[in-house]
């Protein structure tokens, strides 16, 4: 158990609907990343939190959105699905994003849009 | 931003080292050298990371050139759960566009043969 919690672990959904992935950090950690992983492009990035407020944005699409609450925790929401988001996504946390550490990623969360 | 540059597989004998090359030429003075390995279907895992100086934990050793434009991570004897995809990754935690985040290439892909 890395510390990083991402539920659900599989989710399985039809094209055009909606869904919302949930990351809770590692206990002190800040700052939290969103990464996508499919099979033809590797990992990329998608989008940064830092304490709530978002930092920094990759290459998220415009159909996708995030946030991070009070709590930390930070939920990626896809919506519109099309069968090419069916990936991996990861949710990784570092205390803050100007420290030299290492990120800390979870198990992720598999998509499979049908 | 700047980037580095792997071998896309490299082999390897069951509890042999392994030393796996990186090249950084256009590295800065803010990057620090990051190194993370992925299982299949598992979350990237953090390895070791460096900024000048050779780095050694429980898992791994790393070596950094003395000009920082190369770096070599280094398994001291190789088992079969080492194999993995290996990025070689340079994290900037300067204040400036990049806000320290991760950019993963496509790694090394590790091969452990019993």
């Known amino acids: 158990d890395s510390g990083v919690t991402q539920t659900p672990k599989h989710l399985i959904t039809a094209t055009g609907q909606r869904v919302t992935l949930r990351c809770s950090p590692r206990?002190?950690?800040?700052?939290v990343y969103w990464y996508q992983q499919s099979l033809d492009q590797g990992l990329q990035f998608l989008i940064q939190?830092?304490?709530?407020?978002?930092?920094a944005k990759g290459n998220i699409l415009e159909r996708f959105s995030a946030q991070q609450f009070p709590d930390l925790h930070s939920e990626l929401n896809l919506s519109s699905l099309e069968l090419g988001d069916s990936a991996l996504y990861f949710c990784?946390?570092?205390?803050?994003?100007?420290?030299?550490?290492?990120?800390?990623f979870g198990s992720g969360t598999r998509l499979t849009v049908v | 931003d700047a980037k580095t540059t792997q071998p896309n597989s490299m082999e390897s004998n069951e509890e042999e080292p392994v030393h796996l090359p990186c090249n950084h030429s256009?590295?800065?003075?803010?990057?620090?050298i990051h190194w993370y390995r992925q299982l299949p279907s598992q979350g990237p895992e953090y390895v070791i990371h460096?900024?000048?100086s050779n780095v050694n934990n429980r898992m791994a050793s790393l070596a950094i050139a003395e000009d920082r434009k190369s770096s070599t991570l280094i398994l001291h004897r190789a088992t079969l759960r080492d194999a993995a995809v290996y990025y070689c990754?340079?994290?900037?935690?300067?204040?400036?566009?990049?806000?320290?985040?991760?950019?993963f290439g496509k790694g090394t892909k590790l091969s452990v043969k019993p």
């Open positions: 990784a946390s570092t205390v803050e994003a100007h420290a030299p550490g290492g990120y800390t």
């Open positions: 206990s002190g950690d800040l700052s």
């Open positions: 939190y830092y304490n709530g407020e978002e930092r």
């Open positions: 256009t590295i800065s003075g803010t990057d620090y």
């Open positions: 460096g900024l000048t």
């Open positions: 990754i340079l994290r900037d935690v300067g204040y400036g566009g990049s806000q320290g985040n991760l950019i």
